[in-house]
């Protein structure tokens, strides 16, 4: 008999999302590459994420025990104005658009979400805090596509929006050969700065 029983593990990063109206204005400037680099693992346009924090695997009974301490942290912080900016590539191979704005704000609140996770017993490891949004993936080999389309991004500026929710994120990575998606566990409001009760 075929085993449906859930995995154990569910793969697990904490993040921010550009509303629709900026992604919509990101994607229209990315209409030409798309035409002329199909071939790219363009990741898809619902699933644009700013990551700070990624947890990677973690037993499925851990998750719940992020949920209050992170809705309490995302009901005291102020939400940062951002808007993306340009674009680059890491290791010839991963495309990303930049990330402008309140840029102190943010690289406090992802140490912030990092602290919190740690208090909750979670261990993961520590990559350094590059705010950017992962837009494709070169296959194995292709060490020019990345390069040719940011450097097409290089002008590009959008508007500001702020940012509204912290979102716990699960994804399928690694557990089949299809494309990667992402699933919310959970959003909370992001406060307006001032203090609860007031």
Not at 27 to 42: D, K, N
Not at 51 to 68: D, K, N, Q, S
Not at 102 to 119: P, Y
Not at 132 to 155: I, P, Q
Request: net charge neutral; charged share 25%; glycine share 10%.
């Amino acid at each position: 008999m075929h085993d449906q029983t859930q995995p154990a593990t569910v793969r697990v990063f904490i993040a921010l999302a550009p509303p629709d109206p900026a992604k919509e204005e990101l994607a229209r400037e990315l209409r030409p590459a798309y035409g002329t680099h199909p071939h790219l693992r363009w990741n898809r346009i619902e699933d644009w994420h700013i990551t700070l924090a990624f947890l990677g695997e973690l037993p499925v009974g851990t998750v719940p025990l992020l949920r209050p301490p992170l809705a309490g942290l995302a009901a005291a912080r102020r939400s940062p104005s951002l808007a993306l900016r340009g674009g680059g590539h890491f290791d010839d191979r991963v495309l990303w658009s930049g990330v402008d704005g309140d840029l102190d704000e943010l690289h406090a609140l992802a140490r912030d979400v990092r602290t919190t996770v740690k208090d909750c017993g979670v261990v993961f490891e520590e990559r350094p805090f590059r705010p950017h949004l992962t837009l494709a993936r070169a296959r194995r080999g292709d060490l020019s596509s990345a390069g040719e389309v940011a450097r097409e991004l290089a002008g590009f500026t959008g508007r500001r929006w702020p940012a509204e929710r912290l979102h716990l994120v699960g994804s399928n990575v690694g557990r089949s050969s299809g494309p990667i998606h992402y699933r919310d566990i959970e959003a909370w409001p992001l406060a307006d700065g001032r203090p609860t009760g007031s």
